[in-house]
C-alpha cells in the first residue's frame, strides 16, 4: 500500500484518526512508500509495513485468507472488497471493511489505489440490534407458550424447556427460595436425553459463602469452568458430582430478598457470553412475575372453593344440631310424653344447643384474632393444671373411642400464659388426635424443657398425613380428604386456632407424619420468659369472695332481689324471666329501650340484664340514662347480648356496664354471675 507522491501524511492523519486510511500499492501489490495514515492508526513504522510487511498487523486468523486474496485480486487486476481485523496501535484489533481497485493506463496495471475504513462501531451496533432482537423473539416465544397456563409448574417446565433448548444447555432449572433464603426447591426443569433432573430441594449453601453471598446480593454466578475458576473447595466437587463443567445461575431480588433463580447448566466447559447472562436473567424475572401471577390467582380460586366449602360445610354443621332440637321439642310437647322421657329431651336440647355454641365460639375466634381483637390474659399458672383441664374437656371422645390416653407432664411447671387459650390449645390438639385415630388407639401427651423452650407434643397413631398435605393442615376451614370420614363434623377451625393462640403467645406449632396410616404428631413449642399479663377486660369479683352477709342485707329492706330483664326477643326474654323466678328472684321484665327505663323508675331493680340491639333507645343509650337517674344509679348493670367483639366490650365499659356476657350463657354460670353483682352492692 502506498500514497500518492502529491498527498501530504499531515493532511491524512486526521482521517486515519477518524479510522478511514486511503492506501495505495505498486503494480505488483507491494507497498513502496511511506502512508502516514497507516502508520497513525497501527502504529507500524514504515520499515514494518513496506511490502506485505502491513499483514503482520491483520490478526492472524485473518492473515492467510486476507493475503491470498489480495494476491489473487492482483494477477487477475481484479477489484476486491474484504472484511478483516486490524490491530489498531494500542493493541485493540479492530474489524474494518477494505476495498481496493487497480489503476489501468494503456491496457496495463500501474498501481493500485483503495481505503480502509474501521467498522467495528457500526457492526457492533449492528450485532447489538441483532442480539436485541434475537432476545426479545426468545422472550416473546417463552411469553406466547406460557401466557394460557394456569399452573405454576407448567410455567416452569415450559419457560425451562425453552430456553434450554436456545442456549443449547445441558440442564436448565427454574428455582423457588424460601422466604429465610436458606433453601432453594427446584420443582421442575429441563434436561437433555440421558441427563438426569435435578428437582428436590437444596441449601445455598452448596454454591459456597462468596457466590452466596452474591447471589442474595442480585449478582449473578457465572462460571465458564467449574475447574479452572472454582477449585474442589469452592464448589467445583459438588458441580462435578452433578455433571456440571459450567453454569450461569441468574439471581431474583426483590425488595431486598432474593425469591427465585434461573440456572443453566453444561456439560462442558463454555463461555458465557453477556448476552447469554442477560437473556436468562430477563428469563428469570418474567418467569418469577407469572409464577406469582399464577400463583396470586390459584389462591384466589382456592379460597373462593374453601369459601363455598366451608359455606356448606357451616350449614351442615348447624342444620345437624337443629333437627334433634325440634324432634325433642316435639316430642316433649306430647301430652302423653313420661317425666323421665321429658328429661331426656331436655338433655339432647341442652347438648345440641352447646354443640351449636362451640361452633360460633370458634368461628368468632378465628375471626377476632384475625383483626387483632384478641387480647392474651397472661398468668402465672400451672402446667399440669392447664392439661388436667384439656384432658377432662376431651374425656368424653377419649372414652367413647376407647383411646388409650397417656400422659408425660414433670411436675412443678410454672408457665406464663393465658390459661382458658391454652387450655383450648392442647384440648384442641387432643381433640384432633382423638377424632383421627381408630377406636382403641394410642395418644399420648408429652411436655419437655430444653434451654428455655417448652415443647408441647400430642402423638397418636392414627390415619397420619401425607407429606404433600402437610402444609394445608393450619389453614381455616380445612379437612384434608382422607380424614373426612372421620371428623365427626366441625368447621375445619380447630387447628388454625391452635396455630394463632400460639402464635399469639410468642410460638410455634408444626405437624409431623410419616405418612398414611403412620400416625401424626403436633409439637408446640413455647418460650418459658415470662412477660407481663395485662388486666382484664371485665374483672369480675367471683362470688366466693363476697361478704356471705351483701345478699341478705340486701334482701332484708326490699324482699326478694329485684331484677329487670330487658330483651327484645320474646321466647329469650320469656325463658330468663323464668329462670331468674325460679331461683327466687323478683322479676320485671321489657322489650325496649323505652319501656325498659319505665320499668326501671317504676320497680326500682337491683340489678338488669340488658340486651344491646333493642328498638328504639339500644342498650348503651338505656344503661347511660340509668347511671343518670339519680333513683337508679346505685345498681348492677350486665349486658346479656349477642355482641362480643372488643369494640363492643369498650362501649359497654364506656356506657356503664358492670359487665359483659355474649349469649348464650350456661344457666348456673348466669346465676352464679348474677349473684355476685347483687352481693357487691352492699
Same mark, same amino acid.
Given at each position: ?76 487486476a ?81 419457560t ?10 445441558t ?66 466437587a ?16 426483590k ?23 442477560h ?35 357451616l ?68 402446667l ?54 381408630? =377406636?382403641? &388407639? @394410642?395418644?399420648? $401427651?408429652?411436655? %419437655? ?10 402423638? +397418636? *397413631? /392414627? ?12 389453614q ?52 418459658l ?23 341478705d ?16 326477643? =320474646?321466647? &329469650? @326474654?320469656?325463658? $330468663?324471666?323464668? %329462670? ?7 322479676v320485671s321484665?321489657? +322489650? *325496649? /329501650? ?7 323508675l ?19 343509650e338505656v ?5 343518670a ?9 350486665i ?7 372488643a ?15 355474649t ?10 354471675l348474677?349473684q ?7
Open positions: 500500500m502506498a500514497n500518492r507522491p502529491s498527498a501530504s501524511p499531515l493532511q491524512r492523519e486526521p482521517e486515519a484518526a477518524d479510522g478511514t486510511i486511503v492506501w495505495y500499492a505498486a503494480a505488483d501489490g507491494a507497498v513502496v512508500e511511506k502512508n502516514p495514515q497507516w502508520q497513525a492508526f497501527t502504529g507500524q513504522t514504515q520499515t514494518d509495513y513496506m511490502g506485505l510487511g502491513w499483514l503482520d498487523a491483520v490478526h492472524g486468523d485473518d492473515q492467510e485468507f486476507l493475503k491470498a486474496s489480495w494476491l489473487e485480486a492482483v494477477r487477475h481484479k477489484p476486491l472488497s474484504l472484511r478483516y481485523r486490524l490491530r489498531r496501535h494500542d493493541g485493540e484489533y479492530r474489524h474494518v471493511v477494505a476495498q481496493g481497485a487497480p489503476v489501468v493506463v494503456d491496457g496495463k496495471v500501474v498501481r493500485w489505489v483503495g481505503f480502509v475504513v474501521d467498522a467495528t462501531d457500526s457492526l457492533q451496533a449492528s450485532e447489538a440490534l441483532r442480539v436485541s432482537e434475537e432476545r426479545f423473539r426468545v422472550l416473546d416465544e417463552i411469553g406466547g407458550a406460557t401466557r394460557h397456563l394456569h399452573e405454576a409448574d407448567s410455567v416452569m417446565a415450559v425451562t424447556r425453552l430456553l434450554g433448548q436456545y442456549l443449547g444447555a440442564r436448565c432449572a427454574y428455582a423457588d427460595v424460601d422466604s429465610d433464603s436458606d433453601r432453594f426447591t427446584i420443582r421442575s426443569d429441563y434436561a437433555v436425553d440421558g441427563v438426569a433432573s435435578s428437582a428436590g430441594v437444596y441449601s445455598l449453601d452448596l454454591f459456597g459463602p462468596k457466590a452466596t453471598s452474591n447471589l442474595r446480593r442480585g449478582r449473578h454466578l457465572v462460571v465458564h469452568d467449574v475447574d479452572q475458576e472454582l477449585g474442589f473447595e469452592g464448589g467445583a459438588m458441580f462435578n458430582a452433578i455433571g456440571i463443567k459450567s453454569i450461569i445461575c441468574a439471581g431474583l431480588v425488595d431486598g430478598q432474593l425469591v427465585a433463580m434461573m440456572a443453566v447448566h453444561q456439560a462442558q466447559p463454555r463461555h458465557w457470553t453477556n448476552d447469554e447472562v437473556l436468562v436473567s430477563e428469563v428469570v424475572d418474567r418467569c418469577w412475575a407469572h409464577i406469582e401471577r399464577v400463583r396470586d390467582a390459584a389462591a384466589l380460586r382456592e379460597q373462593d372453593a374453601r369459601k363455598d366449602e366451608f359455606i356448606a360445610t350449614a351442615h354443621e348447624l342444620r345437624n344440631p337443629l333437627a334433634p332440637i325440634k324432634y325433642a321439642v316435639a316430642i316433649a310437647s306430647r301430652e302423653d310424653v313420661s317425666p323421665t322421657r321429658t328429661v331426656r329431651m331436655l338433655g339432647v336440647i341442652d347438648r345440641q344447643v352447646s354443640l351449636m355454641s362451640r361452633l360460633i365460639d370458634d368461628l368468632l375466634d378465628v375471626s377476632r384474632i384475625n383483626r387483632g381483637l384478641i387480647e392474651l390474659q397472661p398468668e402465672d399458672s400451672q399440669d393444671a392447664i392439661v388436667a383441664r384439656a384432658l377432662e374437656a376431651t374425656q368424653v371422645l377419649m372414652d367413647a373411642r376407647n383411646h388409650h390416653v397417656s400422659v408425660h407432664v414433670p411436675p412443678g411447671i410454672v408457665v406464663h400464659v393465658d390459661p382458658a387459650r391454652m387450655v383450648q390449645v392442647i384440648g384442641n390438639l387432643l381433640t384432633n388426635a382423638g377424632k383421627y385415630t381408630p =377406636p382403641g &388407639g @394410642r395418644v399420648e $401427651l408429652e411436655v %419437655l424443657v430444653e434451654n428455655d423452650q417448652l415443647t408441647i407434643s400430642v402423638r +397418636d *397413631n /392414627g390415619l397420619g398425613i401425607p407429606h404433600s398435605e402437610l402444609g394445608r393442615l393450619f381455616m376451614f380445612s379437612q384434608l380428604p382422607h380424614t373426612r370420614a372421620s371428623a365427626q363434623g366441625g368447621l375445619g377451625l380447630g387447628l388454625a386456632l391452635v396455630r394463632k393462640l400460639v402464635e399469639l403467645h410468642g410460638g410455634t406449632v408444626r405437624a409431623e407424619s410419616a405418612g398414611l396410616d403412620q400416625g401424626s404428631t403436633f409439637t408446640v413449642t413455647l418460650p420468659s415470662a412477660t407481663e399479663p395485662s388486666a382484664p377486660n371485665n374483672p369480675v369479683l367471683p362470688a366466693e369472695t363476697m361478704d356471705d352477709g351483701a345478699l342485707r340486701t334482701s332484708k329492706s326490699d324482699g326478694s332481689p329485684r331484677v329487670l330483664v330487658v330483651e327484645d326477643n =320474646p321466647d &329469650g @326474654r320469656e325463658t $330468663l324471666v323464668t %329462670l331468674l323466678q325460679g331461683s327466687g328472684y323478683e321484665s321489657a +322489650d *325496649n /329501650g323505652h319501656d325498659a327505663i319505665a320499668a326501671a317504676a320497680h326500682q331493680p337491683h340489678l338488669v340484664l340488658l340486651d344491646l340491639g333493642l328498638p328504639g333507645l339500644d342498650g348503651y344503661a347511660k340514662a340509668l347511671r337517674q339519680g333513683t337508679t344509679s346505685r345498681l348492677a348493670i349486658a346479656l347480648t349477642g355482641w362480643g367483639s369494640r363492643d366490650l369498650e362501649r359497654t365499659r364506656e356506657a356503664g356496664f358492670d359487665l359483659h356476657l349469649k348464650p350463657v350456661e344457666p348456673s354460670e348466669l346465676l352464679q348474677v355476685a353483682a347483687l352481693r357487691r352492692l352492699s
